[in-house]
Protein backbone atom coordinates (compact mmCIF):
# COMPACT_ATOMS: atom_id res chain seq x y z
CA UNK A 1 0.00 0.00 0.00
CA UNK A 2 1.55 3.20 -1.32
CA UNK A 3 2.41 5.71 1.70
CA UNK A 4 3.45 9.21 2.83
CA UNK A 5 4.19 10.06 5.65
CA UNK A 6 4.47 13.29 7.72
CA UNK A 7 6.75 13.66 10.94
CA UNK A 8 3.69 15.43 13.28
CA UNK A 9 -0.11 15.39 12.78
CA UNK A 10 -0.21 18.78 15.05
CA UNK A 11 2.71 20.98 15.49
CA UNK A 12 2.73 24.59 18.35
CA UNK A 13 5.84 27.03 17.62
CA UNK A 14 6.87 30.40 18.76
CA UNK A 15 7.18 33.30 16.48
CA UNK A 16 11.39 33.48 15.56
CA UNK A 17 11.41 29.77 16.03
CA UNK A 18 13.55 27.73 12.75
CA UNK A 19 10.76 24.83 11.99
CA UNK A 20 11.53 21.35 10.35
CA UNK A 21 8.59 19.39 8.53
CA UNK A 22 9.46 15.95 7.36
CA UNK A 23 7.75 13.70 4.66
CA UNK A 24 8.82 10.33 3.10
CA UNK A 25 7.18 8.51 0.68
CA UNK A 26 7.64 4.98 0.42
CA UNK A 27 6.83 4.66 -3.38
CA UNK A 28 10.28 5.34 -5.13
CA UNK A 29 8.26 8.77 -6.49
CA UNK A 30 11.07 10.93 -8.26
CA UNK A 31 8.69 14.23 -7.27
CA UNK A 32 7.93 15.62 -4.03
CA UNK A 33 5.74 18.55 -3.10
CA UNK A 34 5.20 20.76 -0.59
CA UNK A 35 1.65 22.78 -0.29
CA UNK A 36 0.08 24.68 2.66
CA UNK A 37 -3.91 24.48 2.69
CA UNK A 38 -5.94 27.43 4.19
CA UNK A 39 -9.82 27.69 4.16
CA UNK A 40 -11.31 29.29 0.84
CA UNK A 41 -7.48 29.50 -1.12
CA UNK A 42 -7.11 25.58 -1.75
CA UNK A 43 -3.56 23.56 -2.09
CA UNK A 44 -0.69 26.26 -2.92
CA UNK A 45 2.42 24.64 -3.83
CA UNK A 46 5.31 26.07 -1.49
CA UNK A 47 7.97 24.10 -3.38
CA UNK A 48 8.06 21.41 -5.17
CA UNK A 49 11.61 18.67 -6.19
CA UNK A 50 11.67 16.38 -9.43
CA UNK A 51 14.99 14.36 -8.15
CA UNK A 52 17.33 14.72 -5.67
CA UNK A 53 18.88 18.17 -4.68
CA UNK A 54 16.70 19.26 -7.12
CA UNK A 55 13.87 22.29 -6.53
CA UNK A 56 11.31 24.80 -7.72
CA UNK A 57 9.37 27.36 -6.35
CA UNK A 58 6.47 27.58 -6.41
CA UNK A 59 3.53 29.79 -6.06
CA UNK A 60 4.13 31.08 -1.93
CA UNK A 61 8.17 30.36 -1.31
CA UNK A 62 8.87 33.27 0.89
CA UNK A 63 9.73 32.46 4.42
CA UNK A 64 10.39 28.78 3.40
CA UNK A 65 13.22 26.96 2.31
CA UNK A 66 13.04 23.06 1.60
CA UNK A 67 15.76 19.95 1.67
CA UNK A 68 16.05 16.71 -0.26
CA UNK A 69 19.11 14.50 0.50
CA UNK A 70 17.22 11.23 -0.58
CA UNK A 71 14.35 10.41 -2.85
CA UNK A 72 12.15 9.37 -0.28
CA UNK A 73 12.42 12.36 2.25
CA UNK A 74 11.61 15.79 1.77
CA UNK A 75 11.56 19.05 4.65
CA UNK A 76 10.21 21.86 4.51
CA UNK A 77 12.19 24.62 6.59
CA UNK A 78 10.41 27.60 8.22
CA UNK A 79 13.52 29.25 9.20
CA UNK A 80 11.82 32.55 11.41
CA UNK A 81 8.41 31.45 12.07
CA UNK A 82 5.59 33.84 11.79
CA UNK A 83 1.99 33.83 12.90
CA UNK A 84 0.73 33.96 9.26
CA UNK A 85 2.39 30.65 8.99
CA UNK A 86 -0.23 29.17 11.03
CA UNK A 87 -1.71 26.57 8.45
CA UNK A 88 -2.27 23.37 7.59
CA UNK A 89 0.96 21.69 5.70
CA UNK A 90 0.65 19.32 3.14
CA UNK A 91 3.22 16.58 1.67
CA UNK A 92 2.63 14.84 -1.73
CA UNK A 93 4.91 12.67 -4.02
CA UNK A 94 3.85 11.06 -7.44
CA UNK A 95 6.05 9.18 -10.81
CA UNK A 96 7.86 11.48 -12.94
CA UNK A 97 6.26 12.95 -16.01
CA UNK A 98 3.50 10.69 -17.73
CA UNK A 99 3.11 10.12 -21.74
CA UNK A 100 0.83 11.38 -24.33
CA UNK A 101 -0.65 14.42 -22.34
CA UNK A 102 -1.22 12.38 -18.94
CA UNK A 103 0.63 12.88 -15.47
CA UNK A 104 0.47 11.07 -12.86
CA UNK A 105 -1.64 11.32 -9.42
CA UNK A 106 -0.75 12.77 -6.12
CA UNK A 107 -0.22 11.09 -3.00
CA UNK A 108 -1.01 13.25 -0.24
CA UNK A 109 0.45 12.40 3.43
CA UNK A 110 -1.99 13.24 6.07
CA UNK A 111 -0.83 16.67 6.82
CA UNK A 112 0.67 18.35 9.90
CA UNK A 113 -1.40 21.31 11.51
CA UNK A 114 1.61 24.06 12.49
CA UNK A 115 0.08 26.83 14.84
CA UNK A 116 2.80 29.87 15.05
CA UNK A 117 1.98 31.99 18.51
CA UNK B 1 0.01 33.51 -14.01
CA UNK B 2 -1.88 30.68 -14.33
CA UNK B 3 -5.29 30.24 -12.26
CA UNK B 4 -7.65 27.46 -11.77
CA UNK B 5 -11.08 28.51 -10.70
CA UNK B 6 -14.08 26.78 -9.21
CA UNK B 7 -17.47 27.20 -8.48
CA UNK B 8 -19.87 27.32 -6.60
CA UNK B 9 -17.49 27.34 -3.22
CA UNK B 10 -19.85 25.86 -1.30
CA UNK B 11 -23.25 23.23 -2.12
CA UNK B 12 -25.36 22.49 0.50
CA UNK B 13 -28.04 19.33 -1.05
CA UNK B 14 -30.27 17.26 0.52
CA UNK B 15 -29.22 13.55 0.20
CA UNK B 16 -30.61 12.24 -2.88
CA UNK B 17 -30.36 15.31 -4.73
CA UNK B 18 -27.64 15.68 -7.33
CA UNK B 19 -24.39 17.94 -7.78
CA UNK B 20 -22.01 19.68 -9.76
CA UNK B 21 -19.10 21.35 -9.69
CA UNK B 22 -17.65 23.83 -12.06
CA UNK B 23 -13.79 24.26 -12.80
CA UNK B 24 -12.26 26.49 -15.28
CA UNK B 25 -8.49 27.18 -15.65
CA UNK B 26 -7.44 30.37 -17.18
CA UNK B 27 -5.35 28.95 -19.89
CA UNK B 28 -5.36 25.13 -22.00
CA UNK B 29 -4.79 22.02 -20.01
CA UNK B 30 -2.92 19.00 -21.24
CA UNK B 31 -5.24 16.76 -18.56
CA UNK B 32 -7.38 17.65 -15.58
CA UNK B 33 -7.37 15.81 -12.31
CA UNK B 34 -9.91 15.85 -9.64
CA UNK B 35 -9.16 15.07 -6.19
CA UNK B 36 -11.76 14.84 -2.83
CA UNK B 37 -10.93 15.70 0.73
CA UNK B 38 -13.15 14.17 3.25
CA UNK B 39 -13.31 16.25 6.37
CA UNK B 40 -10.44 16.08 8.79
CA UNK B 41 -8.57 14.01 5.78
CA UNK B 42 -6.22 14.36 3.31
CA UNK B 43 -7.03 15.00 -0.86
CA UNK B 44 -7.31 11.78 -3.05
CA UNK B 45 -7.19 11.23 -6.29
CA UNK B 46 -10.35 10.29 -8.39
CA UNK B 47 -9.83 10.85 -12.07
CA UNK B 48 -7.68 12.06 -14.41
CA UNK B 49 -9.37 13.40 -18.05
CA UNK B 50 -6.98 13.56 -20.85
CA UNK B 51 -8.70 14.04 -24.31
CA UNK B 52 -10.81 16.94 -25.59
CA UNK B 53 -14.69 16.26 -24.25
CA UNK B 54 -13.63 13.20 -22.55
CA UNK B 55 -16.35 12.04 -19.90
CA UNK B 56 -15.76 9.36 -17.55
CA UNK B 57 -17.85 7.56 -15.08
CA UNK B 58 -17.31 6.20 -11.75
CA UNK B 59 -20.65 4.76 -10.40
CA UNK B 60 -22.91 7.98 -9.85
CA UNK B 61 -20.03 10.12 -10.34
CA UNK B 62 -19.53 11.80 -13.51
CA UNK B 63 -16.53 13.60 -14.66
CA UNK B 64 -16.47 15.52 -18.35
CA UNK B 65 -12.87 17.95 -20.19
CA UNK B 66 -14.37 20.61 -22.42
CA UNK B 67 -13.80 20.61 -26.07
CA UNK B 68 -11.31 22.80 -25.64
CA UNK B 69 -9.26 21.65 -22.96
CA UNK B 70 -9.81 24.57 -20.39
CA UNK B 71 -12.81 23.20 -18.63
CA UNK B 72 -13.80 20.60 -16.31
CA UNK B 73 -17.15 19.41 -14.40
CA UNK B 74 -18.03 16.56 -11.85
CA UNK B 75 -21.33 15.58 -11.36
CA UNK B 76 -23.14 13.36 -8.78
CA UNK B 77 -25.94 11.50 -9.39
CA UNK B 78 -28.37 10.66 -5.89
CA UNK B 79 -26.03 12.10 -3.25
CA UNK B 80 -25.09 10.07 -0.75
CA UNK B 81 -24.06 11.46 3.07
CA UNK B 82 -20.18 9.47 1.90
CA UNK B 83 -19.92 12.00 -0.73
CA UNK B 84 -19.44 14.90 1.87
CA UNK B 85 -16.12 16.60 1.35
CA UNK B 86 -14.36 18.73 -0.69
CA UNK B 87 -13.63 18.69 -4.16
CA UNK B 88 -10.87 20.11 -6.01
CA UNK B 89 -9.77 20.20 -9.36
CA UNK B 90 -5.96 20.40 -10.28
CA UNK B 91 -4.28 21.51 -13.90
CA UNK B 92 -0.60 20.85 -15.06
CA UNK B 93 1.35 24.13 -15.11
CA UNK B 94 2.47 24.96 -18.64
CA UNK B 95 2.40 22.17 -21.37
CA UNK B 96 3.42 18.64 -19.50
CA UNK B 97 3.97 20.28 -15.99
CA UNK B 98 5.23 18.45 -13.42
CA UNK B 99 3.28 20.00 -11.25
CA UNK B 100 -0.11 21.24 -10.56
CA UNK B 101 -2.41 24.61 -9.79
CA UNK B 102 -5.35 23.25 -7.62
CA UNK B 103 -8.53 24.77 -7.59
CA UNK B 104 -10.40 26.36 -4.29
CA UNK B 105 -12.15 23.67 -3.91
CA UNK B 106 -16.26 22.71 -3.33
CA UNK B 107 -17.52 22.03 -0.50
CA UNK B 108 -20.19 19.99 -0.58
CA UNK B 109 -22.73 19.24 2.74
CA UNK B 110 -24.97 16.43 2.05
CA UNK B 111 -28.20 16.42 4.31
CA UNK B 112 -29.92 13.08 5.76
Known amino acids: DVKVTQSSRYLVKRTGEKVFLECVQD?????MFWYRQDPGLGLRLIYF???????EKGDIPEGYSVSREKKERFSLILESASTNQTSMYLCASSFHLGTSGASYEQYFGPGTRLTVT | GQQVMQIPQYQHVQEGEDFTTYCNSS?????IQWYKQRPGGHPVFLIQLVKSGEVKKQKRLTFQFGEAKKNSSLHITATQTTDVGTYFCAGPRGNYGQNFVFGPGTRLSVLP
Open chain 1, 49 to 55: SYDVKMK
Open chain 1, 27 to 31: MDHEN
Open chain 2, 27 to 31: TTLSN
